[in-house]
């Protein structure tokens, strides 16, 4: 490219795998994205946020523009529709405490990521970010437990820090995009499917009395294991009791989702309560794994479960739900 690309060149690079394109891109339209926040939101952090967002939108999209001449128009569209979502937030937070949902796009964010060029750049800057801002970007974007109090509560932590973290998070990985080229790391699209085959494996091996066996091949000895109010274990054997507890009583745990980075997986299951029992347990549980050298060192489980919502309100949801994996169902 010569010293003055324009946005189209920009694009197509960006489309072929460099993000230093696409970060200059950004960079490029960056004032024309502020003011449109601006305008919508009012001067303050709020459409600071708003702006970083529509970048790491444009990262997750950039696949989805058509023109790549109208790139400045498209990313002040990405911009507004993001601050249209903040506005729609924040009338539902008047009547609702904390309701915060991330606006719908055409596929889910790991789909998206995964089917253009710079999925590994992005998965590596996200493992690039230390753990509790990693944990909770990733809660956030990539799973169903995405409001604040959900994350609030799967962190341990109050509302006020997820905020905090979030920003923070988004500037690092904004400030990254604009930075950093592209280079050869993990292929995260490689380690997904490895921890996805590993949940598959851990989750079949239960009904067939293996889950032990199972779980010894991927953890650590001294597993660290937080329960679902917090109860704190140490060992394999709590884990294994409560898997077991859980299959006498006609649970059974379907894997919907796998987020992996390097030190931290989440997996996302559904829980079928029996037909004789069918609000024995909450609609789901999510599985966040911290590891290190590869083996899971703790595990913490976490019901993703909004105020007022019932294993039987969302039975129908569930039953309708299609599996990417067949698990320990029987």
Known sequence: MDARPDDGDLVRAALGGEPAALGLLLERHRATMRAVAVSLLGWGPDAEDAVQDA????????????????AGAWLRAVTRNECRARLRRRRLEASVADLDTVPAIADGPEQVVQEHALRDWLWSALDSLPEPLQLTVLLRYFTEARSYA?????CEVPVGTVRSRLHEARRRLTGRLLAEPAGAGT?????????????QDLLTCAPLG??????????????????PQGQRF???EPLVQIMESDL?????????????GRRVTILECDLLSPAWDPEHCPPGVLWLMR???????????????EAGQTAAGRLAELKARPSSVTTAES
């Open 291 to 305: 590891l290190s050298g590869g083996r899971i060192e703790q595990i913490r489980l976490f019901h993703p479960v």
């Open 248 to 260: 006498l009583a006609g649970v059974r745990q379907r894997m919907a989702a796998v987020t992996a």
């Open 150 to 154: 959900q994350i609030a509560a799967a």
């Open 234 to 236: 140490h060992g394999h």
């Open 55 to 70: 970048m790491l939108a444009a990262l997750r999209r950039i696949g989805d523009l058509r023109d790549p001449a109208a």
């Open 187 to 199: 292929d995260f699209g490689a380690l997904t499917a490895r921890r996805r085959r590993d949940a």
């Open 210 to 227: 293996e889950f032990r066996r199972a779980l010894a091949d991927l953890a650590v000895p001294g597993l660290r294991l937080i329960g």
